[in-house]
């Protein structure tokens, strides 16, 4: 070791113990100390030493002690010195220059020694190192403390974060006999995320998220993405409008170079229809009753927080359950095909089809058990939902009894920005639900009020017209038209709504009036003339028994009936 490069602890700082019982040496060491800035305290016996450092503000930053003290040896000092003063470094010094004693002294906790006579310079270099040394192990041993407090808060607050993610996802996904879905996290965080959504028409939504990187952050990056989803399925919001709002709101709160990929999907049971969004997710698997693959959605758009919204495309890729002989979608992420296995092989997707224990009430379990001794390189999920169920469940609930309820007759009228903030299908179906009439109903009248008020709202308050949605950038002049036009509204601007329900006839009256100018219409050509301005009364017409336009075209009069038509 090169001595001249030892760093030494400033001379000012050092207060030091001395132990001798020779009053010359004790002398000795006191004045070479003290001449070399440090602050001594000298002591001629044990006894006098015990007292000195016992005392409760007894602070020592070495011990320069004597083995040889009367009838007492300075070694019996040294557990008493470790216990109270257990940041000193301790000298010994000895004219037994046996080895052993000094390797008993060292085990007994010295941190050096010294043999005499005794070289002035050297002891000074000693004691300063030894200190330095101890300064330095306190020091190391403070941070480690620091170190494990901040690791300890760091782990409870993921454990707490982890608690929350799953506690939020968990709600977001109840069991569903129909839906089987896998996710396998990296990290303890997953940046992969399975949602869906049963809306108030009775329609389900879907969304499988991958969000870039693995661990808290990408899992943070999903959490803009949950309420915004959930709230906009359950109001069965158009998916091309979901899609735009979700890379919105990431597009303002993600960093840059944060993106998520996703696939959206959208099953109707009574349409009989699935509409896809992928953007940047493998393709979406479409499978016949055996598992035969009949269709595939592949990635047609940019991963959401990448494009702006006037880039972002939000067209869907739409699919006839009945036409395309569709059981089953299963969507999953790019983890499931790209894990390398011992064979340095990868899955195909022909693979994954193979693997699902078809017509079991844990399909998903052959998958797993591949993955389950395989070093997780990426996270992992899946998901495999079975749309005749929903198809065969719609057809049960249509099965209704007469319905136990007096006639009642309610209207509302909403002016200006009040027909921003009321949920008017909403309100209208909370009160048949109060009224006990049969779900499969209200969710056809959730879907018919949702159609003409939305209509009523753009197309006659705000006098928007569904041709701006043409092109490719349609959507989004559309939306900045529509934005622009709130801005303008009045008090004098309205949205009349009445329902009256005729209970011997058992059928629903609505009528739905607003301010606007009307549109050109033929009572007697809707099914020909059904996107008339925008407004989707062919589809409507499906629903109802009786669809009257009133001159001069803002205003509705429709009739369902309890059971559904043929």
């Not at 004693?101 to 270099?125: C, E, R, S, T």
């Not at 036009?485 to 609505?510: G, K, P, Y």
């Not at 017409?541 to 043929?566: D, F, Q, V, W, Y």
């Amino acid at each position: 070791m090169n001595l001249n490069v030892i760093p030494t602890a400033p001379a000012e700082n050092l207060r030091i113990l001395v132990v001798e019982d020779d009053v010359f040496l004790c002398t000795f060491y006191k004045k070479f100390l003290e001449h070399n800035g440090a602050t001594v305290v000298a002591c001629f016996s044990l006894a006098e030493a015990e007292l000195n450092f016992s005392e409760i503000n007894a602070k020592f930053d070495a011990v320069l002690l004597d083995n040889q003290l009367g009838n007492t040896e300075g070694i019996n000092l040294l557990p008493l010195l470790k216990l109270k003063l257990p940041l000193a470094a301790v000298i010994m010094v000895s004219a037994n220059d046996n080895p052993e004693f000094f390797l008993a002294a060292f085990n007994a906790g010295i941190h050096d020694y010294m043999v005499k006579p005794v070289n002035q310079d050297l002891l000074w270099l000693k004691v300063t190192t030894a200190v330095n040394q101890q300064r330095l192990k306190a020091l190391a041993e403070k941070q480690r403390a620091e170190l494990a407090y901040w690791v300890e808060q760091e782990q409870e607050q993921q454990r707490l974060a982890k608690h929350l993610f799953d506690r939020m996802f968990q709600q977001l996904n109840q069991p569903h006999p129909a839906v089987h879905a896998w996710v396998k996290s990296h990290s303890l965080f997953s940046g992969d995320a399975v949602l869906r959504c049963q809306a108030d028409d009775g329609s389900w939504y879907f969304m499988l998220a991958d969000a870039m990187g693995h661990g808290l952050a990408p899992a943070i990056s999903l959490m803009p993405m949950l309420k915004t989803f959930h709230s906009m399925a359950k109001k069965a919001i158009p998916l091309p409008n979901i899609v735009f709002e979700l890379n919105d709101n990431l597009n303002r709160l993600l960093p840059d170079d944060r993106f998520i990929a996703a696939v959206l999907l959208r099953l109707d049971p009574r349409q009989q229809s699935l509409e896809i969004w992928n953007g940047g997710m493998p393709s979406v698997l479409l499978l016949d009753h055996d598992g035969a693959i009949v269709s595939v959605a592949p990635s047609t758009n940019m991963a959401l927080g990448v494009l702006a919204k006037h880039q972002i495309s939000v067209q869907v890729q739409r699919f006839s359950l009945d036409e395309s002989n569709i059981t089953y979608f299963m969507m999953f992420s790019d983890g499931l095909t790209e894990t390398v296995f011992d064979d340095n092989g990868q899955l195909h997707v022909s693979d994954l089809v193979d693997l699902i224990l078809w017509r079991s009430e844990r399909p998903l379990q052959g998958i797993q058990a591949k993955f389950k001794h395989v070093p997780q390189q990426d996270d992992v999920s899946l998901c495999l939902v079975n749309c005749q169920y929903f198809q065969l469940e719609l057809c049960a609930t249509t099965c209704i009894n007469k319905v136990q309820t007096g006639p009642f007759d309610v209207s509302f009228t909403l002016r200006g920005s009040s027909m921003l903030h009321t949920d008017l299908p909403k309100k209208a179906t909370d009160f048949l639900k109060v009224q006990n009439f049969p779900i499969e109903f209200i969710q056809r009248v959730f879907t018919v009020v949702t159609e003409i008020y939305i209509n009523a709202l753009e197309h006659g308050v705000l006098g928007l017209d569904s041709k701006i949605k043409s092109g490719d950038d349609g959507f989004i002049r559309f939306y900045e038209e529509k934005e622009k036009r709130i801005r303008l509204l009045t008090e004098q601007e309205f949205i009349e709504f009445d329902m009256q329900w005729i209970a011997e006839r058992e059928l629903l009256q609505m009528r739905i009036a607003d301010s606007g100018k009307g549109f050109a219409h033929c009572n007697d050509d809707i099914a020909t003339n059904g996107n008339t301005f925008g407004r989707g009364l062919t589809f409507i017409e499906t629903l109802t028994s009786n669809l009257e336009i009133i001159p001069p075209g803002n205003s509705l009069r429709l009739t369902m009936p309890l059971h559904k038509m043929n």
